[in-house]
């Protein structure tokens, strides 16, 4: 490899509780994780990123002063964008070559583009001379993906992303943005990561559906409840006013409403070490993100049930956005081997094609090394 001058990276994330609830001000439950984006990057003299991968052969070269012309690249768009913001938000711009190099793999519900995102806006900052503050790059690189990848996300793949911790899940609450750090302590068991490899396919569009339904349910219930965001509303009062919901509407907050619980349960779960307590509830997340928010589909159910199905399972959820990408499973150690060849023998038999299981530990946010 050519001499660059320094490594910067930035983690993917799993999802452990607290699913499509961060765009309604809930408290989330991920971790950043050891699949990550690394850039290594080097001034060059000029004004433009010119972008290279370690998997593919095409170069990019971005014109920092037409930052806003690049939405539609296959590759480099994600890190565009990210300049752009780096850039509006009154930063230098340096001209600088990036290699980039991405182990999170693309479409896989655990943030690929949240680690391009985050790991280019800390490349850009090191460049500039300033130290990569972990919560304005995730701000920015959230602001990339919603006004140049056009996904109206929440906030919580690029704060896990950037503001991970090695061995700790991050209670993150994205109304205030604080975050309490919780050890990962799950004794005798281990999460397991399996992804449903299904061709990418129309989340986006889903995904910014789901969010307006949120958004209707909160318009419709905020004067009634005083709430400041749809996840403060209590089960009491989703009971009161369930009926000013449409039919579809009414499950998308019953959903949210007891995720939100659940996060707070899994919070205890985690910190007295119970893997059964959270096994349980990964599966009731499942199936509430199954049947009232309707965001898994097929190739996640096969995988969840699959998982469940084998003795050494507590539970298993899917994590991410969901209609594809991956589960997660709390697994027994001594039968995790067992566990995992039973459930890509199962996945392979009703799906047609093979389900893929990530070697992957709760890693540190955003890194930086001089090379
Ligand atoms: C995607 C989004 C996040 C979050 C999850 C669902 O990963 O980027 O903001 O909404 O889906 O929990």
Redesign the pocket.
């Known amino acids: 490899m050519e001499k660059y001058e320094y490594k910067v990276t930035a983690a993917g994330r799993v999802?452990i509780i607290?699913?499509?609830?961060?765009?309604c001000g809930g408290k989330?439950f991920p971790a950043a994780l050891s699949l990550k984006n690394t850039v290594y990057v080097r001034e060059n003299g000029g004004k433009n990123i010119n972008l290279s991968w370690t998997t593919l052969t095409d170069s990019v070269s971005l014109d920092t002063e037409s930052l806003t012309e690049y939405k539609n690249l296959r590759y480099g768009n994600y890190q565009a964008g990210s300049a752009l913001m780096w850039k509006n938000a009154g930063h230098k711009v340096i001209g600088c070559d990036m290699l980039q190099d991405c182990s999170v793999p693309f479409g896989s519900?655990l943030?690929s583009?949240?680690a391009i995102e985050v790991s280019t806006i800390a490349a850009l900052a090191v460049i500039a001379g300033e130290t990569p503050d972990p919560v304005e790059t995730a701000l920015l690189a959230?602001k990339a993906?919603r006004e140049y990848a056009g996904?109206n996300?929440?906030?919580?793949?690029?704060y896990a992303s950037a503001c991970g911790k090695k061995g700790q899940a991050m209670l993150l609450d994205c109304k205030t943005l604080q975050c309490k750090y919780v050890p990962v302590r799950m004794g005798d068991c281990e999460l397991v990561i399996i992804n449903t490899k299904k061709p990418h396919n129309l989340v986006v569009s889903k995904?910014n559906e789901r969010?307006s339904e949120t958004e209707e349910a909160f318009n419709i219930l905020k004067d009634k409840t005083g709430i400041e965001c749809l996840s403060e509303l209590t089960i009491e009062q989703f009971e009161k006013y369930k009926n000013l919901l449409s039919e579809t509407v009414r499950m998308r907050t019953e959903h949210v409403v007891k995720e939100t619980a659940r996060v707070r349960l899994a919070e205890q779960a985690m910190e007295k070490g119970d893997m059964v307590a959270l096994g349980r509830l990964l599966s009731e997340s499942h199936a509430s993100l199954k049947n009232l928010y309707e965001?898994t589909g097929i190739e996640l159910d096969t995988l969840a049930a699959a998982a469940e199905a084998h003795p050494a399972c507590l539970g298993s959820r899917m994590?991410?956005?969901?209609f594809g990408g991956c589960t997660l499973s709390i697994v027994r150690k001594d039968g995790a081997e067992d566990f995992k060849k039973h459930v890509m023998k199962v996945y392979e038999r009703t799906i047609g094609y093979a389900a893929e299981c990530y070697d992957a530990f709760v890693a540190d946010g955003i890194t930086v090394e001089k090379i």
């Open positions: 999802n607290g699913e499509h609830i961060d765009y989330v519900g943030s583009s949240a959230q993906e996904v996300c929440g906030i919580m793949d690029q995904y969010r965001v994590t991410g956005a969901g």
